[in-house]
């Protein structure tokens, strides 16, 4: 298993729970799990309310909601079921959020229509013309959950190693070598849960993903904490159908502070996480790919807004004030930003879907952006059971090969 976030973390204790004794290895290249997306999140339990009725995304956000909620409880992770507000202040905006408001029936979700005197009495700070309320939207840590996950797997057996980037990549008849930081590696059969790489490794293994990883880049802000009683719950703008980005938005989280944001921009290095990072060859992966100034050509517009709101705080928080008109820029502070992983297609569009490639003994997750944390768990099954009975034709040789490499 490549990738320890927490799509690679639930597919390999999911993968133990069915096939116990399994020999299996978790390589992260980072020095912790839940490096990157994973630990960077908003940490909310989705409801499931925006997808596409039938597909992936809509069917395991539905069923991951209940089961992340079930695991946190079952574990004793803290977590709170808080609902969340999705609040149209304009005139234009009323039809959008009626189509959210029946999407959300046609996904047999538990949703109300709200008039802006019912709103307020959820967020008495918000001022709105109308508004949807999802019950069941709950906020969590996802590094606990990761950690949970990470603990689980050891128990069954598993090795997780950290510090363990993978170099190349080498098919050798049914099996493959792994080069990594410590040591090469030999596996009859490869996950790849890689997320900002994750195209890029499917691709050195011989599998062809279809898209490419363009890495987008999320700021937020922190509201100063004597201005926290402005958000009680979770608010949300009406989002625009035609890109995956939710807008900015307030969120309470699990530890009690509230987050603004966030921002979307185009990250100029797939782990950049500061408005300065750099990298020529991320760069170059990007300016060089067809489906990107696709993309450009169809929404420029939209960038061009979210690139300005990047550098300008006045700008950031204007679009803030819709919502919450009593926020001020003296309210908010810079805090942790994140990179999403968005898989998009020669044509410009944008994958708007859970990405499973199937490759020669090999599974690639290779689109698993937001909802995935709260659908990890269904992710996790999915994947498993795709993963063919390996423990009586390759654990002894895999046990060698790990022996020699000193995994064990």
Known sequence: MIGGGIVGLSVGMRLLEKQPGLNLVVLEKEPELAFHQSGRNSGVI???????????????????????????????????????????????????LEKLFRRGLENELEVSKLSSEEVNEHEPHVRCLAGVRAPSTGIVSYREVCAKYAELIRQAGGVIKTSAAVEKIQRRGDSYLLRTAFGEVETKFLLNCGGLQSDRIARQSGSE??????????????????????????????????????????????????????????????EGYG?????????LDVFTYSGFWNLARKHYRAGLQEV?????????????????????????????????????????????????????????VCNAPSPAATASLEIGEAVA??????????????????KTQHAD
Request: charged share 20%; proline share 7%; with cysteine.
């Open 46 to 96: 989705h409801s499931g309310i925006y997808y596409k009725p039938g597909t992936m995304k809509a069917r395991f956000a539905r069923a991951g909601n209940r089961s992340m909620i079930e695991f946190c409880r079952r574990y004793g992770i803290a977590h709170e079921v808080c609902g969340k507000l999705i609040v149209a202040t304009s005139e234009t905006e009323l039809g959008a």
């Open 209 to 270: 993903p279809g898209a490419k990883i363009v890495p987008f880049r999320g700021e937020y802000y922190e509201i100063v904490p004597e201005r926290r009683h402005l958000v009680k719950t979770l608010i949300y703008p009406v989002p625009d159908p035609a890109l995956p980005f939710l807008g900015v938005h307030f969120t309470k989280m699990i530890d009690g502070s509230v987050h603004a944001g966030p921002n979307a921009v185009l990250a100029l290095r797939r």
């Open 275 to 283: 408005k300065a990072a750099f990298g020529l060859g991320d760069a």
């Open 308 to 364: 300005s709101r990047s550098m300008s705080k006045k700008l950031f928080v204007k679009s803030l004030q819709r919502l919450i008109p009593e926020v001020s820029e003296q309210d908010l502070v810079p805090t942790t930003s994140g990179v999403r992983a968005q898989a998009l297609l020669p044509n410009g569009m944008l994958v708007d879907d859970f990405l499973i490639v199937r490759g020669p003994c090999s599974i690639h």
């Open 385 to 402: 059971s795709q993963v063919p009975e390996l423990r009586s034709t390759t654990m002894v040789g895999q046990r060698e090969g790990m």
